[in-house]
């Protein structure tokens, strides 16, 4: 799911959504029957993404991880590399609804969450309901709205509501922010604080395709391709808010063994004592790693969380929640082989 980096050896894990020898990539395992239908279904939308997005299997996997674990995902990469089709792809295949929010300089809170409007007839004002009100909110280059913007999601993402004026609104469920940034244009950008950062379950680093994937694309665009008609290419729903829940529910029923418990507390731990590191992950950073570990699980087609499961969710899970010390760097160190380097040194057990 993470994005390798020249010069850098891989972290020890398996990649959800792109399949191993003993996982296939519907999402369970070798020998193991998918039975429950949440899971079909989810599997089928894995499939149905993949009619308009080519070569980001582990993207799409790690969209449906944050959807299960009730979690928000930050999707980086290079413009043209399908962050928003992928979100609308997914969105279309669950039958979710979704709304597209581009920030700008400009953008202010109330055009997020709502806004009070005077409404002359009745001269009363009235509540009117901003586009954070839906299922899967795509915050499109969240980084180039000012901090107020920025601050205004926080009460969305992490209490699942928006207070305006005194008064309280639930949003809808299910409910995410998939928000989505470039990592190599900083200009005119308000790089996200640490606090809203932490709010994010994961974040995923989308890579350019390969070159097969990459001839796949423009032979669907030479063949009348529209990314802005997902119907003309094939996407439909698969499966459903009832699904969703249904799998959510199964997810929560995923055991952990003490010993793997320990291992997660030992990997997050790692982070606060390493040299690169000037900010370590927090325990909210140890309870994402876990909810994303079963959650892959139970797509993985058990109801158990191995270390490999654990392993596989660190970099995404744990990646944003880190800070690298100044000296490392200017030295070139990347937060993904510091990561990968404390996964390969922390004691798995057995």
């Given at each position: 799911?993470?994005?390798?980096?020249p010069?850098q050896?891989?972290?020890?894990a398996?990649?959800?959504?792109?399949g191993?020898?003993s996982?296939r990539t519907?999402?369970?395992d070798e020998?193991?029957t998918?039975?429950?239908?949440?899971?079909?279904?989810?599997?089928?939308?894995?499939?149905?993404?993949a009619?308009a997005?080519?070569?980001?299997?582990?993207a799409?996997?790690?969209?449906?991880?944050?959807l299960?674990?009730?979690?928000?995902v930050?999707?980086e990469?290079?413009?043209g590399?399908?962050?928003?089709?992928l979100?609308r792809s997914?969105?279309a295949?669950?039958?979710?609804?979704?709304?597209?929010?581009?920030?700008?300089?400009?953008?202010?809170?109330?055009?997020?969450?709502?806004?009070?409007i005077?409404e002359?007839?009745?001269?009363?004002?009235?509540?009117?309901?901003?586009?954070?009100?839906?299922?899967i909110?795509?915050?499109?280059?969240?980084n180039?709205?000012?901090p107020?913007?920025?601050?205004?999601?926080l009460e969305?993402?992490?209490?699942?509501?928006v207070?305006?004026?005194g008064?309280?609104r639930p949003?809808?469920e299910?409910f995410?922010?998939?928000a989505t940034?470039?990592?190599?244009e900083?200009e005119g950008?308000?790089?996200?604080?640490?606090?809203?950062?932490?709010?994010?379950?994961?974040?995923?680093?989308?890579?350019?395709?390969?070159?097969?994937?990459?001839?796949?694309?423009?032979r669907r665009?030479?063949?009348?391709f529209?990314p802005?008609d997902l119907?003309a290419?094939?996407?439909r729903?698969?499966?459903g808010?009832?699904?969703?829940?249904a799998a959510?529910?199964?997810?929560?029923?995923?055991?952990v063994?003490?010993?793997?418990?320990?291992?997660?507390?030992?990997?997050?731990?790692?982070?606060?004592?390493?040299p690169?590191f000037?900010?370590?992950v927090?325990p909210?950073?140890?309870?994402?790693?876990?909810?994303?570990?079963?959650?892959?699980?139970?797509?993985s087609?058990?109801?158990?969380?191995t270390p490999?499961?654990v392993?596989a969710?660190a970099?995404?899970?744990?990646?944003h929640?880190?800070?690298?010390?100044?000296e490392a760097?200017?030295?070139?160190?990347s937060?993904?082989?510091?990561?990968?380097?404390?996964?390969s040194?922390?004691?798995?057990?057995?």
């Amino acid at each position: 799911m993470n994005q390798q980096y020249p010069h850098q050896p891989a972290p020890p894990a398996y990649q959800p959504g792109q399949g191993t020898a003993s996982h296939r990539t519907d999402g369970s395992d070798e020998g193991t029957t998918t039975t429950d239908p949440s899971r079909r279904a989810l599997a089928a939308v894995r499939h149905e993404v993949a009619k308009a997005v080519v070569g980001q299997d582990a993207a799409v996997t790690g969209l449906l991880i944050a959807l299960l674990a009730k979690g928000h995902v930050l999707l980086e990469g290079v413009p043209g590399v399908a962050k928003t089709l992928l979100v609308r792809s997914v969105s279309a295949a669950l039958s979710l609804d979704t709304k597209r929010v581009q920030f700008t300089p400009d953008l202010m809170p109330g055009d997020v969450t709502g806004s009070l409007i005077f409404e002359s007839r009745t001269a009363e004002f009235t509540f009117r309901e901003g586009p954070v009100f839906t299922n899967i909110l795509l915050a499109d280059e969240i980084n180039r709205t000012p901090p107020k913007t920025q601050a205004a999601l926080l009460e969305a993402m992490e209490e699942r509501q928006v207070s305006v004026d005194g008064v309280t609104r639930p949003l809808p469920e299910p409910f995410i922010v998939a928000a989505t940034q470039n990592p190599v244009e900083y200009e005119g950008t308000y790089p996200l604080p640490e606090a809203q950062l932490d709010r994010f379950l994961l974040k995923l680093t989308l890579p350019l395709p390969e070159r097969d994937d990459e001839i796949e694309v423009i032979r669907r665009h030479s063949a009348g391709f529209d990314p802005r008609d997902l119907n003309a290419a094939g996407v439909r729903a698969v499966a459903g808010e009832r699904d969703l829940a249904a799998a959510r529910h199964a997810v929560q029923q995923v055991g952990v063994a003490p010993e793997v418990l320990s291992y997660i507390v030992d990997v997050v731990r790692a982070t606060r004592s390493a040299p690169s590191f000037q900010l370590g992950v927090s325990p909210r950073g140890a309870t994402a790693l876990l909810n994303t570990s079963r959650a892959w699980a139970w797509l993985s087609g058990r109801d158990f969380v191995t270390p490999d499961d654990v392993k596989a969710l660190a970099m995404p899970a744990l990646r944003h929640r880190v800070a690298l010390r100044p000296e490392a760097q200017m030295d070139g160190v990347s937060v993904d082989s510091v990561l990968g380097n404390i996964l390969s040194t922390v004691p798995v057990p057995r």
